[in-house]
Nanobody, 120 residues
Framework: QVQLVESGGGLVQAGGSLRLSCAPSGRTDAMGWFRQAPGKGREFVAALSSLVNMYADYAEGRFAISRDNAKNTIYLEMNSLKPEDTAIYYC??????????????????WGQGTQVTVSS
């Protein structure tokens, strides 16, 4: 497991943008972002590994996951934000291969979460 430090959440108006960052303490094979809205379960947002770059349907075209290897940091760039994007966003990491990086069971390290609030 690795420690994950997230940053970048906040309050933004609908249509605005935010960038989340996540820095792992060590090597990872794949990293992902999940989110949990009030009263709902945690859901997949995006994942990135050397082999895959995948998004939830609602994130496709609006969100972008990327990695800066020099800084050992991943980012989630979120554009055209909507009030329904309001949630706590969690960074996740794994040091193992997985068949489906959109599933939570693939990940053994989780960040503390960062709040994203989109006002209408």
């Amino acid at each position: 497991q690795v420690q994950l430090v997230e940053s970048g959440g906040g309050l933004v108006q609908a249509g605005g943008s935010l960038r989340l960052s996540c820095a792992p303490s060590g090597r990872t094979d794949a990293m992902g972002w999940f989110r949990q809205a009030p009263g709902k379960g945690r859901e997949f947002v995006a994942a990135l590994s050397s082999l895959v770059n995948m998004y939830a349907d609602y994130a496709e075209g609006r969100f972008a996951i990327s990695r800066d290897n020099a800084k050992n940091t991943i980012y989630l760039e979120m554009n055209s934000l909507k009030p329904e994007d309001t949630a706590i966003y969690y960074c996740a990491a794994t040091q193992s291969l997985c068949s489906d990086y959109s599933t939570q069971v693939c990940y053994d390290s989780w960040g503390q979460g960062t709040q994203v609030t989109v006002s209408s």
